[in-house]
């Protein structure tokens, strides 16, 4: 039997009319900008299912273009999230589509940079305003950031995953769950940790400095009520 | 670990001489390790979101997104406040309330799903008519949410709160169970009679399908909340009279879990039966969705 916190039951605080297709497109849009880590410059929504079919009348769009903001799921502005954009210079297209046998809420984020470089986002919104990504540059994954989430590519050799937790015991940081994805022994591996405590920049910095990381990021859930 | 049953919740309660409200509190605090004022003041940001949602669509006429809905509210309140109505002020400005939030999360504005945006218009105008009525202090709000809370988590554990599983009745149901219950606290009813409350609430809406038109958060559900509401209040007054509920709350909530369980896919969210397909419906969806 699940246990549920009050604030399950009553709340979240958010911009309607849908926790799974607004709440939750936010939410996937913010963490998938996250995951991009630069100055995106174009983004475009590869739109599935329900996503695809309702996302005008739901404010889907909007939620989208907010999150890739960085805006939260409880920001007033979410529905004015296109004039931003445009204010910003940040391309945004949708375009509704069919990527197979996935949840009916997902979206394919392809976020153009400011260096030119190009990020593949793919996830889900699986109701209530949580979410699942699934899929980074084509590498297989899966984390809901609903907990303080570390992502890393490194290069796959012996001692990489002991260095990133020695780093976490020094700074009294608990590992929740780990979850390692690779291309193939010694090609880049993909490390998706979750924690019980917050991950800080200082941490994430530590973390960054070890000599086989590729790119580290830390997603830590957002605290409701900031506002 | 919060109780898993209405007869466990009230158990606890009795054991130890407090509402619902206190133990839900207690039992936030050991669960999220946060401090006791920490935990209510989350619930107080809460209440505030519901006071303006509430009355903001009251104040102004707002559009849902789709255009399809708004503009209801501000009609209940400028009727309420005309003074001539059948079932009274108090009922008419209730109504406002409910169809205020719920226009309010239709247009993209800010909410509180409880326990769903879908319902998000039931537990904040049962709450604020209710203490507005009995003049009560914004602490008692807060805690009548606790209680509100308490009883969704057993309705969670025991069933589901997502119309996709399990139709309305899982959503503008467990929101008016939850909403009647908090009521019949606030006016010093016992743990078990808030969930006699909840009982009755729940078998009075038993098999509602979610049907939503075009697929939007907007008809049928804005004035299933308003209906949701005048159950949640006209029950609780029902309770406090002496009336009891034959079926025991946990025997009710697995029947709406069955029930929703043996609902068709197609009266679950998926906007492919009940209202959502009627002729008119079907003429509204392709003029939303014309361009796409």
């Not at chain 1, 005008?56 to 799921?73: F, Q």
């Not at chain 2, 509402?19 to 940001?45: C, L, Q």
């Not at chain 2, 009336?243 to 909530?253: A, C, G, R």
């Amino acid at each position: 039997m699940r246990d549920y916190s009050v604030f399950d039951i009553v709340g979240p605080i958010m911009i309607g009319p849908s926790s799974s297709h607004t709440a939750g497109a936010a939410r996937l849009a913010k963490v998938a900008a996250t995951i991009a880590d630069g100055k995106i410059i174009k983004a475009e929504f590869l739109l599935h299912g329900s996503f695809a079919e309702t996302y005008k009348g739901h404010g889907t769009d909007k939620a989208l273009a907010a999150g890739i903001l960085a805006m939260e799921p409880w920001d007033e502005r979410l529905k004015d999230s296109f004039k931003v954009a445009a204010e910003q210079g940040i391309e945004i297209i949708f375009t509704p589509t069919d990527l197979g046998e996935v949840h009916p809420n997902t979206v394919k984020f392809i976020l153009t940079k400011e260096d030119g470089s190009v990020s593949n986002i793919t996830g889900s919104s699986i109701g209530g305003g949580n979410i699942l990504i699934f899929d980074i540059d084509g590498q297989e994954v899966a984390f809901t950031g609903k907990n303080p989430t570390l992502l890393a590519q490194y290069r796959d050799l012996p001692g990489v995953i002991s260095k990133v937790s020695s780093v976490l015991y020094e700074e009294n940081i608990n590992i929740a769950n780990m979850r390692v994805y690779r291309d193939g022994k010694g090609k880049t591996a993909t490390m998706a940790l979750e924690a019980d405590s917050m991950i800080t920049e200082t941490v994430t910095e530590k973390i960054r400095n070890i000599k086989e990381m590729n790119s580290v990021q830390s997603i830590n859930p957002v605290v409701e009520g900031v506002f | 670990m919060f109780a898993s049953s209405g007869e466990e919740l009230v158990k606890i309660c009795n054991d130890n001489h407090i509402p619902i409200w206190e133990y839900a509190i207690r039992e936030e605090v050991i669960r999220s390790e946060a401090s006791r004022p920490d935990v209510i003041e989350n619930m107080r940001r809460t209440l505030h979101v519901m006071m303006d949602s509430s009355t903001y669509a009251q104040d102004q006429q707002v559009t849902s997104v789709s255009g399809l809905i708004g503009g209801d509210a501000y009609k209940i309140k400028m009727y309420a406040d005309k003074g001539i109505t059948l079932t009274g002020g108090f009922l008419n400005r209730a109504m406002a309330r409910a169809m205020s939030s719920s226009e309010v999360n239709a247009a993209m504005g800010r909410i509180a799903a409880c326990p769903t945006a879908g319902s998000c218009g039931i537990l904040p105008a049962v709450i604020l008519s209710a203490g507005e009525k009995l003049d009560k202090a914004e602490d008692e709000l807060i805690n009548a949410l606790f209680t509100a809370s308490g009883v969704g988590i057993i309705i969670a554990k025991n069933a589901t709160l997502s119309g996709a599983e399990g139709g309305c009745q899982a959503e503008c149901g467990s929101a008016a169970a939850m909403a009647s219950a908090a009521v019949v606290e606030m006016m010093g009813g016992t743990p078990e009679q808030a969930l006699t409350a909840a009982a009755i609430v729940i078998k009075n809406i038993l098999g509602l399908v979610c049907d939503p038109v075009a697929g939007l958060v907007e008809v049928p559900c804005a004035k299933r909340n308003v209906a949701g509401t005048v159950s949640a209040l006209t029950t609780a007054d029902l309770v406090l009279s002496g009336v009891s509920s034959k079926i025991p709350f946990d025997e009710v909530v697995g029947a709406m879990y069955k029930v929703g369980r043996q609902m068709p896919v197609e009266l679950r969210e998926t906007a492919q039966g009940g209202i959502a397909i009627t002729p008119t419906a079907l003429k509204f969806k392709k003029e939303i969705f014309k361009d796409e």
